[in-house]
């Protein structure tokens, strides 16, 4: 069991500027990517690694460990920390079952070295994936897709 | 269960053939953001006391026997998963670093003692990095480390290839040369970015 301790009086030391007291509360809409991909550019440009094109390797790299993200609909990433009912920013029930969904999320928004970071207390909607891309750029990348055994 | 264990399956042989981590093409990725100094504290305290040794059998707490600040990250030597995208950032950063003066020791702390042994750590670091400080010990020492940092992994499955295959917590944690918890880094982030934001912390 996580040892998830609420302690925003216990503040990590920070050389930088003041810190705010608490996260800030904020309702944000956006899909929930693979921030591996997303980042790296390995795979393709940003809109070829979100949607349907991308969910196989979103489950797979969510299921591999890395942490899932929220791209909004401002362009904003939101690297997700923990999910209302699930602990982890990876690989979690929640985090696979969302995974290249639209939510509407409810939560703590943090921000720290020029990242936003997201504490989802509530997925207020799921939209389901609404990104139909995968016509126009297929599987990326293609061997997400698992070919039949043998 | 069964949907992860088969997804985390394929991951691993992915992440371990280096399809996923290290593509052939690569494609204009999204501009990093401007490091700001807007900061919000996190809501968990994280860091603490560990005693463990390293790789050469030497006793290594948490702090940093050279005076060096710390990259810190769970996992294990061999992971086919997340680690074998952070641990080489995590040397590649520590090498950038290094170019501009700034020393800093990549750590793994394994979450399999069994399988991370100080006979077998070194080795499987040093194909990635001789650089790589991996660290082991018992059960109660190692457990103590993982509660301070608030670490949570499952074992998914035995691989027939990998062996363990674990899902666990994969960001990493940048230590100052005391053993304080500075900040935290997604392992998605680029060495630059990572080398930029321990530079800030490094007062450079």
Known sequence: MRKQLLMAAMLLPLPIAALAAEGERIQVRGEIIDTWCYYSGVMGGPDAVTGTAHHTCALWCSAGGIPVGLLAEDGQVYMVLKIAGDDASAGGDTQLRLASHEITADGLLYHRDGLNYLVVEEVVTDHGITKLNHEDYGAVPPFAIPKPGK | ?204
């Not at chain 2, 042994?117 to 650089?131: H, R």
């Not at chain 2, 010990?137 to 949570?152: C, K, M, P």
């Not at chain 2, 691989?159 to 666990?168: F, N, T």
């Open chain 2, 1 to 204: 269960m069964r949907l992860r264990n088969l997804l985390l399956a394929v991951a691993c042989s992915g992440l371990a053939s280096g399809a996923l981590a290290h593509g052939t093409e690569t494609h204009a990725a999204p501009p990093a953001l401007a490091l700001s100094d807007q900061v919000t504290a996190l809501p968990w305290k994280l860091g603490g006391a560990f005693e463990l040794v390293d790789q050469t059998g030497a006793p290594r707490t948490q702090t940093d026997p050279d005076g060096r600040m710390q990259l810190v990250f769970f996992g294990y030597a061999n992971c086919p998963g997340i680690c074998s995208a952070a641990l080489p950032m995590m040397a590649d950063a520590a090498e950038l670093l290094e170019r501009r003066g700034i020393t800093v020791s990549p750590v793994l702390i394994t979450i399999d003692p069994v399988l991370d042994t100080v006979e077998t750590m070194g080795p499987a670091l040093a194909k990635i990095s001789t650089d790589l400080v991996g660290l082991t010990g018992d059960r109660e020492a190692l457990s103590e480390a993982y509660d301070a940092f608030q670490i949570d992994f499952e074992k998914i499955m035995d691989d027939p290839e990998y062996g363990p295959i674990y899902a666990h917590s994969s960001h990493i944690f940048l230590l100052d040369q005391a053993g304080k918890v500075l900040t935290l880094l997604p392992p998605v982030l680029p060495p630059e970015q990572v080398a930029d934001i321990v530079m800030k912390y490094a007062g450079s």
